[in-house]
């Protein structure tokens, strides 16, 4: 039986191997050129930049070398890593190659941080001969999750601190941009604004926020080396809900369908429903049909159609909207209009006055401002004080017959 290998082995086997890379360093510095001619490098050694995990090589080329030996050192340790085909440093991610003729190469497999530095290729000439080149490492930008801020929730008013950390080398640079391309509001002071596409730095400051500010933002890493990265963030902006009615008085034949508008802002998220004027709910069926079209993060429009309209179906309706903060509700006034009288331009310049709603209607999805007012603020002034054309010709001839009396005594 063989006996186990005691430390002292071990200490001789350690010996021996120092012993063959002294041996083998002597040899390099001693042996002396076979011919007349004296060693010279081809092409200066390149500098490589490489990212992190791939791999790096130096390329030396050396004429009339004769019988004397290449060898590649590591300048800031000066350590030598290997001498002509032979690896000497107990590295298994160098290797060296050789053509036979007069070019040598050093491969770095998979490049650690901790391999930047100065390569040098020197021939053991008297006096040496040497060229060097530096190897950089760099490393893609990468989040660093656990420091960086997450989805945040502020009331509209509030202040919001967002945080973005990344590493890499070199120092990735932060930009913020909104997701949605809008602008980015900077407040300094107590009445400077400013609108920024992006804004630089690990941290951005939001205060005084608004409805609108509400959205996706992009915190994104870039240090020159791809790929670069970023991380989405939600900021939420809660508020009181807020019902906003184009035209609150709205007419119609009987037997026709009509439809009823109202828009709603709310955050976080609201139910919103339909009412008749008297609290009984409005569900879909044959006779209803109720729509809602989201137009931003907190912004909807809601419709209520009514088919074939009849008497029962005159009065007040409510649009309602609910959330964890409050409620708002608007109010529409459905009436018949009577198509069978001759109309009057009067007339109609009074059906357009309420009828004319859309150019606001337009207006409201193309603004978005996000005010915080009170929840039943007309979009329109109200027009709930217009009657029906047969009303107005009955107050017209009550007037007039008021006003004989008066004629008469003026005659006198």
Not at 32 to 51: C, K, M, Q, W, Y
Not at 237 to 256: E, Y
Not at 271 to 281: A, D, F, L, P
Request: net charge neutral; aromatic share 6%.
């Amino acid at each position: 039986m063989l006996a186990a290998p005691t430390s002292q082995g071990h200490r001789r086997t350690r010996k021996i191997v120092r012993l063959a890379v002294v041996v083998a360093a002597i040899a390099f510095c001693c042996v002396s050129r076979v011919n007349g001619f004296e060693p010279d490098f081809l092409f200066p050694l390149e500098n490589v930049t490489i990212a992190q995990g791939r791999d790096a090589i130096f390329t030396c080329v050396v004429n009339n070398i004769g019988g004397n030996r290449v060898a590649w050192i590591k300048a800031d340790t000066k350590a030598i890593l290997a001498i002509h085909e032979h690896v000497i440093t107990n590295n298994e991610r160098l290797s060296v190659t050789h053509n036979d003729y007069n070019t040598w190469t050093l491969n770095v497999r998979a490049v650690r941080r901790e391999d930047r530095g100065t390569y040098m290729c020197q021939v053991n000439t008297d006096p040496m001969k040497s060229q060097s080149a530096f190897l950089e490492v760099v490393i893609p930008p990468d989040i660093i999750y656990e420091d960086t801020s997450g989805d945040m929730m502020i009331p509209e008013g509030g202040s919001a601190k967002l945080i973005c950390k990344a590493r890499g080398y070199p120092e990735p640079k932060i930009i913020w941009k909104r997701e949605d391309g809008g602008d980015i509001i900077v407040r300094t002071g107590t009445t400077v604004k400013t609108k920024m596409t992006s804004v630089e730095g690990e941290s951005l400051l939001l205060s005084k926020v608004t409805r609108s500010e509400m959205g996706a933002y992009l915190c994104i890493a870039a240090n020159g080396v791809p790929p670069s990265v970023s991380k989405r963030l939600m900021l939420h902006v809660h508020f009181h809900p807020l019902v906003q009615v184009p035209n609150q008085l709205v007419g119609a034949p009987q037997k026709t369908d009509i439809t009823l508008q109202c828009y709603v802002e709310a955050s976080p998220k609201s139910i919103n429903y339909w009412t008749r004027e008297s609290g009984e709910m409005i569900i879909s069926n044959d006779k209803y049909n109720m729509t809602e079209l989201t137009v931003s993060y907190y912004s909807a429009q809601m419709k209520l159609t009514i088919r074939k309209l009849k008497k029962t179906d005159l009065g007040g309706y409510k649009c309602i909207s609910k959330n964890s903060i409050g409620e708002a509700e608007g109010n529409i006034r459905v009436y018949e209009m009577d198509l069978s009288k001759p109309r009057t331009p009067s007339e109609d310049d009074d059906d357009n006055a309420i009828n004319t709603f859309d150019s606001e209607e337009d207006d409201y999805e193309n603004r978005n401002t996000g005010r915080n007012s009170s929840s039943n603020s007309p979009a329109l002034k109200d027009q709930s004080h217009r009657l029906p054309r047969s009303s107005s010709n009955i107050i017209r001839y009550i007037n007039f017959v008021l006003l004989i009396p008066i004629l008469m005594m003026m005659n006198y």
